[in-house]
């Protein structure tokens, strides 16, 4: 059978990267005695998978992975026994019994983000800034990927983009994106926004929370 | 303690690998400060994937925090990107559980691992702001020593309050308790350590004096005062199977250099090789029974999700019922997928059924440590391994499908010849004709050839031989590159400069010590990795206190004279290792001691010292 968990990672968790998350939800599986499938081959692995790769740094209140389990055991129990092993950081919020055939790749295609920032200088009317900002026609920015770097439109990616709180000098962003194969993150929007504002954020101190993966 | 907490999580987007600097991993303990009367820093002078991988800090971290007065946390040298900007913004090098500065614990335990990690000792004191030298720390904490490079205390003996020498599982408690009842009584260090000289194992350097000959060599340490212990004997623990091991362990974010379950299923070696100091400083062999390995084992999996479980010892093919040990574990773990690794294999002892079993849940490679190209240097330095042993394992091998070899070798053994470095590249081909006669062809093979240059270590037959010199290494490293060449080899090799160091300092005395602190004054630290070794920095640091590293070396030494290590008995008796050193030359064996006593000496160091019986 095969279960679709959502979960949470904060607080100093935000500092492993996607492969060490899978590592650690694999070995608090095991250590919750629940029974995984493995691959086959050389070195098996549990069948599980995750949904796109959070960057290290960000933490995420709405993510997924689908892991597959040897007979049956109640959802509920899964997140119970589960929560009970992971790490201080690591959370099971929600679980539930999907068809093997599911798959959560498919699924995933919009991604809500909160991206907390820190002004350097004082900017004027933020949320008029940002209605300019994205009244643009289109939003060039160099993309870094494994194959080097290339030109995309961010314009075709952003769903939403808001400020939904400022305190001080911290502004805290709404960010909605389409999630596809290579599509940008939210730091990419805000180092645009960023740019089109002359420079007025702290880019080394800018905290990104995925609020929610929206699956259809 | 949030404070810091704060300055140091604004850091750790910065850096390289964060995780190593937030604690927080499963089974890392977290106590109330205000509830234990002693808090304890292990420190591990290299980096957090190093550190995390050593036995001997999973084994005194879970047994310091059973104790309810005591609390042990964890500290590591921080990357030199972390160090930079932790000078940068004045913050003090910080325990992992807590983050507490280094400076507000009563004790910082250093283990001694490897001699080019000892600047980043005096980089990590300093972090903490605390004085490097003993003289200076009135008021600060007590810092402490131990580990396999401790049987040589005499270059950090500026630096350390105490050394301890030994099984340090045996001893902690003792040292714990005597720390808390002289902070109850308020009782000065100097006394303090006054009474800890007289706990056996301990050796309190500032109670000695180091005095030498003309020729530079050790005239005599000496007690500075009455009741101070003469010459230190080493700690044992004597029954391993009724002494304390883990069932818990933390498990890491990241990826460390050992990532998997560590059972220790003995401790020693019975092998007697010339040229290894563990195989001499450990005995005698101790083991665990099968029936506790496997019930550890079992609580070990269950507290740690790990895959993989790794058998260590020296020589965990020499456990006497190894290969029940592993079906047993194979057969109970294989549907979860947690394999079984054995780390060091020997090819005389190694039994391919097993390595098969072993496949057949996780792929391991095959690593053989012939050390020596030519039977007749295998037979000086009592390896005793033949090249038929090596044919027929990497035969079984090949024909059960393994395509990949590691072949381990040392150079600049004593009495070596270019015959015999020739030899090693003779073995590896021979590997691959082996692999011809199997498979028909050479495809898909790939022979890993590594050397290591021989570092003669105290305690060891081969103490009064020299080193060979850099640039005789240099021309074996460069004739092996010339005859490994083709697609099938690879050729690593060391740093014969690293090799260099590490010679100087693991026989070097009191004046080797004030070079390592000049050193490190220099910028030196972080000496065994690659990038950041400074050798000429070294040299200079030698030259301003006018010592002479190649002294320490390459120095052929006699019979008679007396070591700066004398200060320690381990147990081997040191006309064990002259009878040792003689036969070597004269390229006669010893046996292994499990078929019958070779005479170490061993079993008189203390009551109940028992050996191995069968
Ligand atoms: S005393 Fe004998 S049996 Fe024991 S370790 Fe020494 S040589 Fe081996």
């Known amino acids: 059978m095969k279960l679709r968990a959502k979960f949470k990672k904060d607080g100093d968790l935000r500092y492993i990267s996607h492969l060490d998350l899978m590592r650690t939800i694999e070995r608090a599986m095991r250590r919750a005695q629940i029974k995984f499938s493995l691959s086959k081959g050389f070195n098996p692995h549990p069948l599980i998978s995750f949904g796109p790769a959070l960057s290290m740094g960000a933490t995420t209140h709405g993510d ?100 939904i709180e400022a305190k001080g000098s911290k502004v805290t962003l709404y960010v909605k994106l389409k999630i596809s194969e290579g599509s940008p993150g939210p730091i990419y929007v805000v180092k645009a926004l960023d740019d089109f504002l002359g420079h007025v954020f702290d880019m080394e101190k800018i905290l990104v929370d995925r609020r929610n993966l929206i699956l259809n | 303690m949030s404070d810091l907490k704060n300055k140091i999580d604004d850091l750790l987007m910065k850096v390289n690998k964060p995780a190593r600097y937030t604690g927080g991993e499963i089974n890392s303990v977290i106590k109330d400060v205000d509830k234990v009367k002693i808090r304890f820093a292990f420190a591990f002078p290299d980096v957090y994937e190093v550190g995390m991988s050593h036995l001997g800090l999973k084994i005194l971290y879970s047994l310091m925090n059973e104790r309810d007065d005591t609390y042990c946390e964890r500290v590591f040298a921080p990357w030199v990107d972390m160090e930079s900007l932790m000078r940068e913004r004045d913050i003090p090098l910080f325990s992992l559980e807590t983050k507490t500065p280094l400076n507000m614990f009563d004790v910082i335990g250093f283990t001694l691992q490897y001699e080019l990690s000892y600047t980043n000792i005096l980089n990590m004191l300093d972090l903490s702001k605390i004085p490097i030298r003993s003289k200076d720390r009135k008021g600060y904490p007590l810092i402490i020593a131990g580990g396999p490079c401790a049987v040589n205390p005499a270059p950090l003996s500026d630096v350390v309050d105490l050394f301890v020498i030994g099984d340090g599982e045996e001893i902690i408690n003792e040292i714990l308790d005597l720390v808390i009842s002289c902070k109850k009584d308020n009782v000065p260090k100097e006394e303090l350590l006054r009474r800890a000289s007289k706990i056996q194992g301990v050796y309190v350097p500032s109670l000695y004096v180091e005095t030498y000959n003309d020729d530079n060599t050790i005239k005599s340490i000496k007690p500075i005062e009455d009741g101070i212990p003469a010459v230190i004997k080493r700690r044992i623990v004597k029954d391993l199977d009724k002494t304390y091991h883990p069932d818990k362990q933390i498990v890491p974010f990241i990826n460390i250099v050992h990532d998997r379950i560590v059972l220790e299923v003995f401790r020693g070696c019975t092998r007697g090789c010339r040229f290894c100091q563990a195989g001499m400083i450990y005995r005698p062999v101790r083991e665990r029974s099968k029936e506790t390995l496997i019930e550890l084992a079992d609580k070990l999996i269950k507290s740690t999700g790990y895959e993989e479980i790794s058998l260590t010892s020296l020589s965990t093919c020499d456990y006497s019922q190894i290969e029940s040990l592993v079906y047993d574990l194979i057969e109970k773990y294989k549907e979860i997928g947690t394999g079984v690794a054995l780390p060091s294999t020997r090819i005389d002892a190694f039994s391919v059924n097993l390595l098969n079993e072993i496949q057949k849940v996780r792929k391991t490679g095959l690593t053989l440590a012939p050390e020596a190209g030519t039977q007749r240097l295998r037979d000086v330095i009592n390896k005793g391994v033949t090249e038929e042993d090596l044919v027929n394992s990497t035969k079984e091998a090949f024909k059960a499908g393994w395509k990949s070899v590691k072949l381990y070798f040392m150079l600049g053994l004593p009495t070596e010849t270019m015959e015999d470095v020739k030899g090693i590249s003779d073995l590896a081909h021979l590997v691959a004709d082996v692999y011809k006669d199997v498979n028909g062809t050479t495809r898909g093979l790939k022979i890993t050839v590594s050397t290591s240059t021989f570092v003669p270590k105290p305690f060891t037959p081969f103490q009064w031989y020299p080193q060979d010199d850099m640039e005789s290494i240099i021309n074996k490293q460069n004739y092996l590159k010339e005859l490994l060449r083709g697609k099938i080899f690879s050729y690593n090799w060391h740093e014969p400069n690293m090799s260099f160091l590490e010679a100087v300092i693991s026989k070097g005395d009191r004046k080797v010590g004030q070079a390592i602190i000049k050193a490190w004054e220099s910028g030196c630290k972080f000496d065994g990795w690659d990038e950041q070794f400074k050798f000429d920095k070294w040299m200079a640091a030698f030259e301003s206190i006018g010592v002479d590293p190649k002294f320490y070396a390459y120095k052929k030494r006699d019979f008679d004279e007396v070591f700066p290590w004398d200060i320690v008995d381990v147990g081997v008796k040191k006309d064990y290792l002259k009878r040792e050193c003689k036969k070597a030359i004269e390229g006669r064996l010893t046996g292994d001691c499990r078929l019958y006593c070779t005479g170490c000496g061993i079993k008189d160091l203390d009551e109940g010292v028992v050996c191995f019986e069968t």
């Open chain 1, 64 to 163: 997924y992975f689908d892991v597959v389990i040897e007979g049956e055991i109640e959802p509920e129990r899964f997140k119970r026994d589960l929560n009970k092993t992971l790490p201080n950081g690591l959370e099971i919020v929600d679980c539930y019994i999907v068809d093997d055939k599911d798959l959560l790749s498919n699924k995933v295609k919009e991604a809500e983000y909160t991206v907390d920032v820190y002004l350097m200088s004082h900017v004027i009317d933020l949320p008029d800034e940002i209605k300019r900002f994205l009244g643009r026609d289109e939003i060039f920015i160099e993309k870094e990927s494994k194959s080097g770097s290339k030109i995309i439109d961010l314009k075709n990616y952003i769903l939403d983009l808001k400020m």
